[in-house]
């Protein structure tokens, strides 16, 4: 009975051998005997599905884990070999090894006392032993960091100061903070989370920003070094922006890097501090890194991939100071539509495209009817003038919350000046637009109960003019807990502002002013 049952498995199930035996290329907890640190460390680990079949060397990337998980963390939540497998699979990334390290509670880097030199396991310990049992291409060329949170850090701070070990940086939600957040940090948090790594336990103030703090801060790093020695290394930042503390860090940290022309990605989407968000970054993070793994250009991050249709030819009524798109269905239709007024589209295809792209959504029922108003004055109010008259003329549904502005470029900062006005719109969408910092902070102090009637849109793409402004916008709006949604895209390759972006931001405003 037992030969008839070992015959079936082998008949029907070769993969039986394979649990059962050697040869396994996703293990968990394994443990490297650390000479630096005195102890094993554990890690986990993924092989490429066709590393038992042959001799081929492959890149490696360093998976860190957050804050209170550990070296199983990408395996169990990240959900790593199903995602890459696929990837793989589809031949959108390259075949390569995840080692998953366990990180305990030190981001990654040496504590000042130097009781704890995981910074120098990492480097003179585990990435030699890596090189050393498993067939990887041991050069920095081929070498990646990606992280979570605590990760996050890691993964940046590792090749910043070590770009002779490391190429590629992936830092997902990254845990890091300016001077200005450590300064006021709660005192527990500050003594068991960075003081203790950095020094200046039970200190407040300038105080905590100790020599040793510096040698490990991405803003002092980034400062005070010769940017020529990051020229090569390859930096993809993404953040979600339902982040709190990490809104501030990580915004600040794309503006310096703009400021000071260090290239890098940035991505801001939308979402928070959850492993679902770190799982959605993983197909363009992989495609960056597997790109880079192959010294080339980043392809750019993945567009939708729907079939083409053609955009329904829009008919618009001309006036002096506007032109207006009615819904399909208008004409047959004794009902009323909320408007969405648009400022800065001053060309016609511009006009007609957007028209297009947004009437077709409304056929398939992906966006309510709307009536389109594209602006061509640049009067900042909208109150005694074309307002009444497209109420008037046409079927437009009155009142606040039935009423939307979107803004373009220049065009947003009349778009967000009528957005201010109490009671006259629900939304407000602004697409690269410089934007008042100012003037939107007296906004909040001075009328806080209109501030939440009002919702704004910020969508802008990492190498926009305007990286300071939207940045600092999405700051002062999630500091002060103003409800708002802030988008950073890859670079916009079509004319204007993409399909992906326009579809995004009508999604949002539909909900708002069909709520």
């Not at 990654?108 to 990492?122: K, P, Q």
């Not at 910043?160 to 527990?188: G, W």
């Not at 016609?348 to 495209?353: L, T, V, Y």
Request: proline content about 4%; some cysteine.
């Amino acid at each position: 009975m037992k030969k008839v049952t070992l015959l079936f498995m082998l008949a029907f199930f070769p993969f039986a051998i394979m649990i059962a035996g050697g040869n396994k290329r996703i293990l968990e907890s394994l443990t490297m005997k650390s000479a630096v640190l005195g102890q094993d460390v554990k890690y986990s680990i993924v092989l490429p599905v066709d590393y038992h079949q042959g001799k081929q060397e492959y890149p490696v990337v360093y998976l860190l884990h957050g804050l209170g998980d550990d070296e199983s963390s990408w395996l169990e939540y990240g959900r790593i070999s199903q995602i890459t497998d696929a990837a793989v699979a589809r031949k959108e990334i390259v075949p390569m090894i995840f080692v998953m390290p366990q990180g305990f509670r030190n981001y990654y880097v040496n504590d000042y006392a130097g009781t704890f030199l995981y910074e120098d396991m990492f480097i003179n310990d585990l990435v030699p032993f890596i090189d050393s049992t498993y067939r990887t291409i041991a050069d920095k060329e081929h070498r990646a960091t990606m992280g979570y949170s605590m990760g996050g850090f890691g993964a940046l701070i590792l090749p910043l100061r070590h770009p002779d070990i490391f190429k590629v940086s992936v830092p997902l939600s990254m845990s890091v903070r300016t001077d200005e957040q450590y300064m006021v940090e709660n005192a527990a948090e500050w003594n068991d989370q960075w003081g203790r790594l950095f020094g200046g336990v039970g200190t407040i103030g300038t105080e905590r920003i100790t020599d040793y703090y510096k040698q490990y801060s991405p803003f002092h790093l980034f400062k005070t070094l010769d940017p020529k020695q990051f020229s090569e290394l390859k930096i993809y930042i993404d953040n979600g922006d339902d982040e709190y503390t990490l809104c501030r860090s990580n915004e600040e940290l794309h503006i310096l890097l703009r400021d000071l022309q260090i290239q890098h990605e940035y991505r801001v989407r939308d979402g928070g501090h959850t492993f679902s968000y770190w799982r959605a970054s993983l197909p363009n993070a992989l495609c960056y890194i597997s790109d880079s793994f192959e010294n080339k250009v980043y392809r750019g991050d993945f567009k939708p991939t729907s079939k083409k249709v053609k955009f329904p030819k829009s008919i618009m009524i001309q006036q002096d100071s506007y032109a207006i798109t009615l819904p399909p269905g208008y004409i047959d239709a004794s009902r009323q539509y909320p408007v969405v007024y648009l400022y800065g589209i001053a060309e016609a295809h511009h006009r007609q495209r957007i028209a297009g792209l947004i009437q077709r959504e409304m056929l398939t029922g992906a966006l309510p009817s709307l009536i389109l108003v594209f602006l061509t004055t640049k009067e900042l109010s909208l109150k005694d003038s074309i307002l009444s008259k497209i109420e008037t003329d046409f079927n437009a549904r009155a009142g606040y919350r039935f009423r939307a502005l979107v803004g373009f470029g220049d065009g947003g900062v009349t778009a967000m000046h009528n957005a201010l006005i109490p009671e006259m719109f629900t939304a407000c969408i602004l697409f690269d637009s410089p934007i008042d910092t100012a003037l939107l902070h007296s906004a909040i102090t001075g009328d806080r109960e209109l501030m939440k009637k009002m919702w704004f849109y910020i969508s802008t793409t990492d190498s926009d003019m305007e990286y300071n402004t939207n940045g600092k916008a999405h700051i002062l709006l999630r500091e002060e807990d103003v409800y708002h949604e802030y988008r950073v895209f890859d670079d916009d390759h079509d004319d204007l502002v993409s399909d992906t972006r326009l579809s995004e931001a009508f999604q949002f405003l539909s909900e708002k002013i069909h709520r």
